[in-house]
Every structure is written in C-alpha cells, then in structure tokens.
Nanobody, 128 residues
Framework: QVQLVESGGGLVQAGGSLRLSCAAS????????MGWFRQAPGKEREFVGV????????YYADSVKGRFTISSDNAKNTVYLQMNSLKPEDTAVYYC?????????????????????WGQGTQVTVSS
C-alpha cells in the first residue's frame, strides 16, 4: 500500500505565500508523475498542476500559472507546491496524487481518474 502525506497548509493573508509538501511511502510502487489538485466547498476537485518524475517537466492550470511552482525531490519521493501571490479564491483543500502509469503528454494528466493514490488533503485558507 502507498501512503501520501501532505503538510504545510494553513491560514495566510492575500498576497502571501505557502509551501505544501507531499511525501510518498510504501512498498512496490513507481512514480511517473505527481499531481496537485484542490477542492473548495461546494465545488468539484480541480487540477492545479503536475510534475513529471523523469525530467521534472511541469504543467499548470491557467488559474495558477506564474504564481505556483511544483518541484520534487525524487530521492525522498516528495513533491512540493510553492504558492505565491495567494488570492482568496485559492482557498481550498489541496490534495497530492501519484500516477504510476506511463504517459506521453503531460497535459493529459489533468483528470482525477488516472491517479492511483491520493493524500488526505491539507487546508489552505487565504484571507482578504
């Protein structure tokens, strides 16, 4: 079984920054990509961004492009989400997700259905 443990959420004022972490552990798994998603109250879970585990290529939703950055430490099986210039509309529970499937186009990893394991989520609240 694979576990994803997120940390780093909290309350921040608009314009501030937060850094989320997500560490994967367990037995017999591989990582081809790690994604970040978020879900606000009453809304569907939405794609934030994804990083390819081989090479570190990234792809972001338009709503966070230029403000959020995903990075990884492959040796630690850990992915990070650096969030800058936060806005109240960024308030949500943030989830990391692990993909074990091979892919050819990173832009096709925006759907929740392809990910094999999910973290428990961490709350991010941005006050105005």
């Amino acid at each position: 079984q694979v576990q994803l443990v997120e940390s780093g959420g909290g309350l921040v004022q608009a314009g501030g920054s937060l850094r989320l972490s997500c560490a994967a552990s367990g037995q017999r798994f591989r990582i081809t990509a790690m994604g970040w998603f978020r879900q606000a109250p009453g809304k569907e879970r939405e794609f934030v961004g994804v990083i390819s585990w081989n090479g570190g290529a990234t792809y972001y939703a338009d709503s966070v492009k230029g403000r959020f950055t995903i990075s990884s430490d492959n040796a630690k099986n850990t992915v990070y989400l650096q969030m800058n210039s936060l806005k109240p509309e960024d308030t949500a529970v943030y989830y990391c997700a692990l993909d074990q499937n091979y892919f050819t186009d990173l832009k096709r990893l925006g759907g929740t259905g392809r990910y094999d394991f999910w973290g428990q989520g961490t709350q991010v609240t941005v006050s105005s």
